[in-house]
């Protein structure tokens, strides 16, 4: 490096608080720090701004009816609908631009761009498909898709006719399915025959298959998106009650269904996320005051204008996907864009070159993300103009403070606000975050709770803790994006997120708090540094240590491209830490690095965090939503038998890790 790049490296390794660049916050939605006195204030009737994003066929009466803790119910006896609200209400002054860009993953196929118009016409086709087959308000619709154009359209299909969706990733397994589609007693799928994946086809439609193979109950329909190119499919023969996605739009060329009424309180979709006795639970979210709460915070934290092209790399088979691909951004008539493959093929430039191409305004992607990126180099991000983004977003886990800011030089060029966002599938939205045209940013640290949530980190009893000291990061009170309850299971719905630290006997609504299960230390400025799961912790001669602070202090260590950190079974200590390293490129895997990394985790932490062992590899077990099968690596620390690894995308990683492990 040069001179002055070794002066600016230096410079930002240093700098703990950034602030807004002055040309964003000109131009930015919300720019008045009193935002946040005005919405204590005038709680909860502040979330009138966020309804007011809508459009209301009848409206509201009462902002929060909080009378019967904690099934909270907001904007009470308002009638909108989900499906209007993205596409018809556009139409007059956004007809003709683009709502969505989609990008497929081979290099030489062409790309789909919908108006909302072109949306529109397809959304009303579909809806007047699924009527014709008997799909009827409150039927639920699931969608087991990839990042094909055909899952919004579906999506916002179902939401027109009163039908809650419920999406299941992709890459989850035929069980995965079929336990999806009995837990909401679906009779109805929509799918596809395959898609891409690094150059290959992949074969979609057997393992669905498999799927309604296990379904208990008769499947009315199952709806097949043919998007394999010519040459590329498996010959797939339909069954009897199977339908081409094609043959249902052009059946119903130039039908239109008027969009169906529905309570605010009326269910949108359901989300099925992992849970604590193993058996997913069925997220249930709302109409209104989801749809309000994924409209205000893209525009607040976000800063999505209509005239956006804004880019999330996440897939709809999450929240994600779901409340920033499709109904925040659609829902404030921007462009949104939809990317099928994976960010390194058939190189390691392939988004850049995609935020170039298009002019991407945003980029909401993931730690997971950004550290590949920073281990494959700035020279990717180099080679392409990324001078029209504005704005940069993380989402899914914490940011260590060196990833930050790798991705604030290299893709940001210092020039943009990096908002690093806490939230849940629960959620529905974003909580914790720092409203970029408002507050500076502090790497590391997701920010303070957004304006109106009343966010607190305690302990063991309940009370709140001294500003840097570890606890649990507890919500105190309700919000409008919230989860309305757990599928058919308001008994697990109380016992999962609200028994910990509520008086569950009480009628008043401040004896209740909801507790995401994740611990967190706040500053003397408020903001908050989230540290992971509460399960994430590693229990080391009585001191519990989050994996995320030590995980922060091995990346934090020049050459150290990504790390994973479990605990492992020790016969005078309990627990001992076990850390998982992946190297930058240029760097050996030597025991001078070794040292390193043990003197860099001592130096942040203490002694008792010291790693029992460091274990190189040129991989880490990743799902294939990118996050690491940490129950794998605990396995290999304690040398027992390997777990099941079929939802890896990289399986076979792990019996390298291991042998290398037996080795050492």
């Known amino acids: 490096m040069s001179d002055e790049d070794v002066q600016l490296e230096a410079r930002l390794e240093e700098q703990e608080v950034f602030e807004p660049p002055e040309s964003f916050v000109e131009q930015a939605n919300v720019t008045d720090e009193g935002v946040y006195e005005e919405f204590t204030e005038n709680w909860p009737e502040c979330w009138e701004g966020a309804a007011d994003l809508l459009d209301w066929e009848e409206d509201y009466d009462q902002v929060l009816d909080d009378s019967n803790p904690p099934f909270y119910e907001w904007f009470t006896d308002g009638t909108l609908n989900a499906s209007a609200n993205c596409l018809d209400r556009h139409l007059d002054e956004r007809g003709d631009e683009a709502a969505i860009e989609w990008v497929g ?110 379904v208990d109950h008769e499947v009315e329909r199952a709806i097949v998106a043919e998007r394999l190119m010519d040459g590329d499919g498996f010959d797939h023969d339909y069954a009897d009650n199977q339908v081409a996605f094609e043959d249902v739009i052009a059946d119903n060329e130039g039908a239109t269904v008027e969009p169906v009424d529905r309570d605010a309180e009326d269910m949108l979709f359901l989300m099925y996320t992992s849970g604590t006795t193993g058996k997913p639970k069925g997220v249930k979210h709302s109409t209104g005051g989801y749809l309000a709460w994924a409209a205000w915070t893209s525009q607040a934290v976000l800063d999505i204008k209509p005239e956006d092209t804004y880019f999330c790399s996440a897939d709809i088979g999450w929240i994600t996907g779901h409340s920033y691909i499709v109904y925040g951004p659609l829902a404030l008539g921007t462009t949104t864009m939809m990317y099928e493959g994976t960010p390194d093929y058939p190189d390691k430039d392939r988004l850049w070159d995609i935020v170039e191409e298009y002019e991407a305004d945003q980029l909401y992607t993931a730690p997971t993300a950004i550290r590949a990126f920073m281990k494959w180099g700035k020279e990717y991000p180099e080679q392409h103009d990324l001078s029209s983004l504005r704005l940069l977003g993380t989402v899914g886990e914490p940011i260590n403070p ?52 009343d966010v607190r980190i305690v302990d063991t009893e309940g009370d709140e803790v001294e500003p840097g000291r570890a606890g649990y990061l507890t919500v105190d009170k309700p919000w409008p994006g919230m989860l309305r309850t757990l599928y058919k299971n308001d008994e697990r719905f109380i016992d999962e997120y609200w028994a910990e630290y509520s008086d569950t006997d009480s009628d008043d609504s401040d004896d209740w708090v909801y507790f995401p299960e994740d611990g967190a230390k706040i500053d003397d400025d408020g903001y908050i540094t989230v540290l992971g799961r509460v399960d994430d912790v590693i229990n080391v001669s009585g001191h519990r240590l989050g994996t995320m602070e030590i995980e922060s202090a091995i990346v934090g260590v020049e050459g150290v491209a990504e790390a994973a950190v479990v605990g492992g079974d020790h016969d005078i200590k309990g627990e001992a830490v076990y850390a998982y390293v992946i190297t930058e490129d240029g760097y050996e895997e030597d025991e001078e690095l070794r040292s390193a990394i043990i003197d860099g985790v001592e130096d942040a932490i203490g002694p008792i965090a010291r790693p029992e062992a460091v274990i190189f590899t040129p991989e880490l077990p990743k799902t294939r939503s990118g996050k690491i099968m940490r129950r794998l690596l605990e396995d290999i620390a304690n040398g027992e038998e390997l777990g099941d690894t079929s939802t890896l995308r990289n399986p076979d990683v792990v019996s390298d890790i291991a042998t290398k492990v037996q080795g050492d």
């Open 402 to 453: 060196r990833a930050w800011k790798w991705y604030y030089k290299h893709i940001g060029g210092e020039e943009c606000p990096v908002v690093d966002t806490w939230w849940q599938t629960e959620t529905g939205g974003m909580m914790i975050t720092t409203l970029p045209g408002v507050k500076d940013m502090k790497p590391g640290s997701a920010g303070p709770p957004l304006p109106g949530n």
């Open 105 to 214: 993953e081979p290099v030489e196929e062409d790309n789909i761009t919908y108006t909302y118009e072109e949306l529109h016409q397809k959304v009303n086709e579909f809806a007047a498909g699924l009527r014709e087959m008997g799909v009827g308000e409150d039927d639920v619709v699931t969608m087991y898709m990839p990042m094909i154009p055909q899952l919004p359209i579906a999506m916002l299909a179902c939401a027109r006719i009163g039908a809650p969706h419920s999406v299941v990733f992709a890459g989850f397994s035929a069980d995965a399915l079929a336990t999806r589609m009995n837990s909401a007693d679906s009779e109805y799928l929509v799918t596809c025959d395959g898609y891409y994946r690094r150059g290959d086809p992949l074969d979609h439609l057997d393992k669905a298959n498999d799927g309604l193979s296990g």
